[in-house]
Nanobody, 124 residues
Framework: QEQLVESGGNSVQAGGSLRLSCVAS????????WGWIRQAPGSKQEVVAS???????TYADSVKGRFTISQDSTKTTLYLEMNSLRPEDSAMYYC??????????????????RGQGTRVTVSS
């Protein structure tokens, strides 16, 4: 079964930057949608960025222009570069992977595989 391990979460001040990483192992399918999903206490889960099997990226409006999702050439490490961080970006961030027969990505609660999360805290 696929295994995802996130890292890179930390506490930073507003305006700062962080880079999250997600190392994937035991991949068994050819195509995945990859996503970064966040959840703050008392809030719904939100896909902040996704990368589909065609290489197309999608971002939540709240992070457009500030966050960048990318993947290494082996497609086993997923990154989320986060700049100009705001207090409202504070959340647990999860890496998700969903096997796909065609391009596209699922809603945040429907990623088949998910890591344990890494916490991001942004102070004002």
């Amino acid at each position: 079964q696929e295994q995802l391990v996130e890292s890179g979460g930390n506490s930073v001040q507003a305006g700062g930057s962080l880079r999250l990483s997600c190392v994937a192992s035991r991949l068994t399918y050819n195509n995945y949608c990859w996503g970064w999903i966040r959840q703050a206490p008392g809030s719904k889960q939100e896909v902040v960025a996704s990368l589909d099997s065609d290489g197309d990226t999608t971002y939540a409006d709240s992070v457009k222009g500030r966050f960048t999702i990318s993947q290494d050439s082996t497609k086993t490490t997923l990154y989320l570069e986060m700049n100009s961080l705001r207090p409202e970006d504070s959340a647990m961030y999860y890496c998700g992977a969903d096997p796909r027969l065609w391009a596209g990505c699922p809603p945040p609660t429907q990623y088949t595989y998910r890591g344990q999360g890494t916490r991001v805290t942004v102070s004002s």
